[in-house]
């Protein structure tokens, strides 16, 4: 009987054992940490910037952070799953649309601590408003590390091509492209990664994103503007415009074995892309920028692009929404914006932050010329069922093994 | 005997209440979202619309859902004969008693132990580069204009470097089964064979086919569940945008569950848990079919 008892309580000591074992973490210190999960990886220019301004934070005010680098993969896996088991997150970050869209419903509600705060004195206004136009009219996430879409030039390739204003039609940009390659240069090179957005750029200046999104997701790709696009890029296949490499161009080939190495002279891509080539590129490399072309009879111009910015968001459930706020202030403001946009090469969000990284001189009147804002790829990448089927096709029009008409039918053929 | 039973039920509980949290609940819980359309994979269940068979019907008329299965297919079949083959021959080889046998093994093991993201990359930027890549250096040292001249990495040819890429990785693992396989049969049978006459060939089309067997369905049963899951060499050899070369039906799964690209597309878990289901009924197909094909235990030695 004695046996039994023991047994039995062995038995069950084992199980609570076990049980304890897979409850959370949850130490009484954690709690009066303001918790914030990071879409950066811990070794990117971005984490170590926001680390090191985090520990000024917490000196200068005494409230302690706990940040967790999760990474893109992290934070877009993990995020939702966490949050709906009720983890203790105060504050997280990442793109704008997938805060706002994808994790709409978790946010708070940032109005009136804006307001209390005076966060608007020296925000992005483009940026702000951005922010409350995905966040359904009221501003629910803050924007920071200002991004902006758009053909990145070598201006040392432009000048010994004797270019000298950048293109802003579609007939300048042509003539552009044979000016490069008569200097004996690759006009336009490009990755796998980012293939789609010329597609989805071009269908944009004809007839708009929202068009463009429409036909991509319905499949109308007997819409004119489909052909006429793929006409387009006929054309500059056929002038041997675009890489001899450009079908196998796997991310990060294309930006840095071309492009940095000072062999092509433009990439359709976003700001980030001086600080991802800076090692290769060398600090003597000068970027040029514009918004891709205008086309005859279309109608967007160069003033519509993809903009955007990473942003930080409270948890609606947070229980120290002030101190995630003055947190969020303190990151996106002054000294700990300068200190990311030098380090990460980045664009500051402060609006009194006026000194850009000299990389990124020439980025900025585009920047400021636009007022009508693209999501990600002007829509060619709105249908997750057919992106890789555009990208497919599209590669292979860029490099010449498929003619305009040969790529509507593809498409039409994989959207039955 | 009412002692007993008691304390079966005390020391069985622990571990069958886990198995039923751990697996039959998401077992049960995924084939119920397959009926479902789910935003958000955590959602709770009063945001759960039911669809019938929606989900199922979306993916059998989805073109990009078919190619990634006829990849993963292709993947098994033609990757599965590239890997076996090669497998159990370094395994014959390896014991068939040559010199440096070990350091033969360790470098064909190799790859296994390296990093998939460190192999990826050293494929797709080095050594199937157009540019300055191994194959285009080899092409342009044997004079070889086609070799020299070949796109591994375009879209007509992306799927046959991945799979060189995957395949070599794999190789060493299979052949480590195949090789302990071979060494189990005894000597015994191979100096009969020698006094009688065989050749070396004779013997391994004679004794040691037959009596690996086993070891190859577990080699294929190992190779079928690596396939049916494969996903990092394919995120790997389309990085940010998933490509009709190397997608499969897991990374399908993902865009539907976690979005796709950089771009906010619709999400779908109900669908993610219908390609599970579809992939698991391959798998066990595939089991059933291994079964039929290797009834291992009519040899004993």
Redesign the interface.
């Given at each position: 009987m004695k046996k039994?008892c023991l047994?039995?309580l062995l038995?069950a000591a084992?199980?609570a054992a076990?049980l304890t074992g897979c409850g959370g973490d949850k130490a009484p210190a954690a709690d009066e940490k303001l918790v914030y999960w990071s879409m950066w990886d811990a070794a990117e220019p971005q984490a170590q910037a926001i680390s090191k301004s985090i520990e000024a934070f917490t000196e200068e005010t005494g409230i302690a952070v706990d940040v967790q680098f999760k990474g893109r993969t992290g934070i877009?896996?993990g995020l939702?799953?966490a949050l709906?088991?009720g983890t203790n997150i105060d504050l997280f970050d990442e793109?704008i649309?997938?805060v706002n869209?994808?994790w709409g419903s978790y946010l708070l509600d940032l109005e009136e601590l804006a307001k209390a705060n005076d966060y608007e004195a020296t925000a992005n206004a483009g940026l702000m408003a951005a922010c409350r136009e995905v966040g359904g009219g009221s501003l629910k996430s803050i924007p920071y590390q200002p991004n902006v879409f758009a053909y990145f030039y070598n201006v040392e390739i432009f000048e010994a091509a004797g270019v000298t204003a950048v293109p802003t039609t579609w007939a300048e940009f042509l003539d552009t492209c044979q000016k490069i390659k008569d200097a004996g240069y690759t006009p336009i090179t490009n990755d796998?990664?980012?293939i789609?957005s010329m597609f989805g750029y071009h269908m944009s200046r004809l007839v708009g994103e929202p068009a463009t999104e429409e036909i991509v997701k319905n499949g109308e790709w007997d819409h004119e503007a489909v052909l006429k696009t793929a006409q387009a890029y006929e054309e500059l296949a056929s002038k041997g415009y675009f890489s001899e490499?450009i079908?196998?161009?796997?991310?990060?080939?294309g930006q840095n074995?071309e492009l940095a190495m000072g062999t092509a002279a433009m990439y359709l891509n976003g700001s980030w892309l001086p600080n991802e080539v800076k090692d290769i590129a060398g600090e003597d490399f000068k970027w040029g920028c514009f918004s891709y072309p205008a086309v005859e009879g279309g109608v967007d111009g160069t003033e519509a692009s993809n903009y955007g910015a990473q942003v930080f968001a409270i948890n609606a459930k947070s229980s120290k929404p002030d101190q995630a706020f003055q947190l969020i202030t303190y990151l996106t403001k002054g000294e700990a914006d300068a200190l990311l946009s030098e380090m990460s090469v980045g664009i500051p969000a402060d609006s009194s932050n006026t000194a850009w990284p000299a990389l990124l001189t020439n980025v900025k009147p585009v920047m400021d010329s636009l007022t009508t804002r693209y999501?990600?790829?002007a829509g060619a990448?709105?249908?997750?069922?057919?992106?890789?089927?555009i990208?497919?096709n599209f590669?292979?029009l860029c490099?010449g093994?498929l003619d305009a008409q040969g790529f509507v039918d593809a498409m039409k053929a994989?959207?039955? | 005997m009412k002692?007993n039973k008691?304390?079966i039920v005390?020391?069985l509980?622990?571990a069958v209440i886990?198995f039923c949290i751990i697996f039959v609940y998401p077992i049960i819980r995924t084939i119920l979202m397959s009926f479902f359309k789910i935003e958000?994979?955590?959602?709770?269940l009063s945001k759960w619309e039911f669809s019938g068979l929606a989900n199922y019907i979306k993916l059998f008329n989805?073109?990009?859902?078919r190619?990634s299965m006829w990849n993963i297919f292709r993947i098994w079949l033609f990757g599965g004969i590239l890997v076996m083959g090669l497998a159990l021959l370094f395994a014959a080889i390896l014991t068939s008693g040559i010199r440096f046998k070990n350091v033969f093994r360790a470098i064909i093991y190799m790859p296994n132990v390296v990093s998939a993201v460190a192999l990826a990359t050293m494929w797709?930027?080095y050594v199937?580069?157009?540019?300055f890549g191994l194959f285009k250096s080899i092409g342009t040292l044997l004079h070889w204009k086609w070799l020299e001249d070949f796109?591994?990495?375009?879209?007509?040819h992306?799927f046959l470097a991945l799979l060189i890429a995957y395949c070599f990785g794999m190789v060493g693992y299979h052949m480590l089964i195949f090789a302990s396989g071979i060494e189990r049969i005894g000597t015994e049978y191979y100096e009969a064979a020698t006094l009688d006459g065989a050749s070396r060939i004779q013997q391994f089309r004679y004794i040691t086919l037959p009596l690996l067997k086993g070891v190859t369905k577990t080699n294929i049963t190992m190779w079928s569940i690596s396939s049916a899951g494969f996903f990092l060499w394919s995120q790997l050899?389309?990085?940010?945008?998933?490509?009709?070369?190397t997608?499969t039906p897991v990374v399908y799964m993902y865009?539907?569950i976690?979005?796709?690209?950089?771009?906010?597309?619709?999400?779908n878990a109900g669908i993610g848990a219908a390609v599970g289901v579809l992939l698991s009924v391959c798998v066990v197909l595939i089991f059933i079919v291994c079964d039929k094909l290797f009834k291992d235990d009519d040899i004993e030695f």
């Open positions: 039994k047994s039995t038995c084992m199980v076990m877009r896996e939702q799953p709906d088991a793109d649309d997938r869209t994808t796998n990664a980012y789609s490499t079908e196998s161009n796997q991310w990060p080939a074995t999501p990600w790829g990448e709105a249908n997750a069922d057919m992106t890789p089927i990208v497919e590669t292979k490099g093994s994989a959207g039955k | 002692k008691t304390m005390v020391f509980a622990p886990m958000g994979v955590t959602d709770a989805t073109e990009l859902f190619i797709l930027q199937f580069s157009p540019k796109q591994w990495l375009d879209p007509s992306l050899f389309s990085m940010v945008v998933s490509n009709t070369q997608i865009q539907n976690f979005g796709a690209g950089n771009s906010m597309t619709e999400r």
